[in-house]
């Protein structure tokens, strides 16, 4: 098991045999927690909030349907 060690700024580096194992990329999101002595950091996906407004993810009114 790889050991890795904090450093300035209480950084950690990865190693990059479990950044290919998991997906993970530079810029990624990490859920952090503690669990009783551990560390836990569970690899999170942003879905940018505008890109789910965009016109054509538009959901229908009941008038767009054909009720009248």
Excluded: W, Y
């Excluded at 950044?19 to 569970?42: A, N, P, W």
């Excluded at 690899?43 to 016109?55: C, E």
């Amino acid at each position: 098991m790889p050991l890795v060690k904090l450093g300035k700024r209480r950084l950690v580096v990865i190693p990059q045999e479990f950044c290919e194992q998991l997906g993970i990329e530079i810029g990624d999101f990490f859920e952090v927690r503690v669990e009783g002595e551990k560390l836990v950091m569970v690899p999170k996906k942003v879905v940018d909030a505008t890109a789910l407004r965009a016109p054509h993810n538009k959901i229908p009114s009941t008038s767009d349907c054909g009720n009248s």
